[in-house]
């Protein structure tokens, strides 16, 4: 258990759906991440927050819309999202976002979208 | 574009031998790196950080870093089956956002046979 939990574990859901990711961190962090896992693909950033404020947002469609309501919770709210959106998506928490700074990893959301 | 690039694998080593996994990076500004080992269906979870030139050893683990080379790598000494995992490279360098952002490698896959 690294202190970032990551509910739901597993969703399957249709194009048309919408649904949210929820991330809860419980190391007194400041920073947030969230990342897609894709099979033979590396780890990619989706976006970081830094004290609520959403720092980095790496080109990502607009039918993922992160949430940061405070510095322990995070959310991905998923709409009308495609088949090739199917992968693990993790959440991560660090003291803050320098570099030094290691990040912890929640166990993700595996998602499958048909 | 800012890689890290690690060799796929597998790789496999008996139990008891050194395991030796290599990362080359693109971003000659980088200046923090980390190995992560991820179990299959599982979240990575950090097994060393490095900064600066030269070895750094945890237990059985050694990590080795060469600025100038561009690359770091880790060792792992009396590999057991349990160390059978991907080991994620990444690295973090002073662009993106405000203070850089973990580039990934794709992982390479070590299986320590019994």
């Known amino acids: 258990e690294t202190g970032v939990t990551q509910t739901p574990r597993h969703l399957v859901m249709g194009m048309t759906n919408k649904k949210s990711l929820k991330c809860e961190q419980h190391l007194g962090h400041n920073a947030m991440y969230w990342y897609k896992q894709s099979a033979k693909k590396p780890l990619e950033l989706m976006f970081v927050y830094s004290l609520e404020e959403r720092v980095e947002n790496n080109s990502v469609p607009s039918r993922f819309s992160p949430e940061c309501p405070n510095s322990s919770h995070l959310f991905l709210h998923l709409h009308t999202l495609q088949p090739e959106d199917s992968a693990l998506y993790l959440c991560?928490?660090?003291?803050?976002?320098?570099?030094?700074?290691?990040?912890?990893f929640g166990a993700g959301t595996r998602l499958s979208v048909l | 574009q800012k890689e890290v690039e690690q060799n796929s694998g597998p790789l496999s080593v008996p139990e008891g031998a050194i395991a030796s996994l290599n990362c080359t990076y693109s971003?000659?500004?980088?200046?923090?790196f980390f190995w992560y080992r991820q179990y299959s269906g599982k979240s990575p979870e950090l097994i060393m950080s490095?900064?600066?030139?030269g070895d750094k050893e945890d237990g059985r683990f050694t990590a080795q870093l060469n600025k100038a080379s561009q690359y770091v790598s880790l060792l792992i000494r009396d590999s057991q089956p349990s160390d059978s995992a991907t080991y994620l490279c990444a690295v973090k360098g002073i662009y993106g956002g405000s203070q850089g952002n973990l580039i990934f490698g794709k992982g390479t896959k070590l299986s320590v046979k019994p």
């Open positions: 991560a928490s660090s003291q803050d976002s320098r570099e030094w700074n290691i990040q912890y």
């Open positions: 971003d000659r500004g980088s200046q923090s």
């Open positions: 490095i900064y600066s030139n």
